[in-house]
């Protein structure tokens, strides 16, 4: 039983290292297509600097799929850009969801504090 709980020990020792290197990946940061500089896009697989120029003119796209509007760009290697996983597209809907929710916080914070001024205001 003690060699099973030393042969215990020596593993979870060894494995610390690489824990705490995972826990130390930086997070990967997308690349929203429609507003990236040619600087970014170029590191979305098969992105080069041309094409990087030509999905800028030729914005605003409103699906991964759309990339195949760039010349060179085929089907199969859209598959490739959304494995890699690193372009995105922001579409309006979700601009506007998110506007609604923080006008939603904005709308609801002011409330909150009305009704303290409220509550303040009958002790006196």
């Not at 990087?52 to 509007?69: N, Q, V, Y």
């Not at 290697?77 to 006008?103: H, S």
Request: aromatic share 8%.
């Amino acid at each position: 039983m003690k060699d099973l709980s030393r042969a215990a020990a020596i593993l979870f020792f060894l494995f610390i290292p690489l824990f705490i290197q995972a826990a130390n990946l930086p997070d990967i940061e997308k690349i929203d297509i429609n507003s990236a500089p040619l600087e970014d896009l170029v590191k979305v697989i098969h992105i080069g600097k041309v094409r990087a120029e030509e999905l800028i003119s030729l914005r605003p796209f409103f699906s991964l799929d759309d990339l195949t509007r760039i010349k060179g760009i085929s089907k199969t290697r859209v598959e490739d850009i959304k494995k890699q996983g690193l372009a995105w597209v922001e579409t309006e809907e979700q601009i506007e969801t998110e506007k609604g929710v923080e006008n939603d916080l904005k709308e609801k914070e002011v409330k909150e504090k009305l009704e303290e001024k409220k509550e303040i205001s009958c002790y006196w």
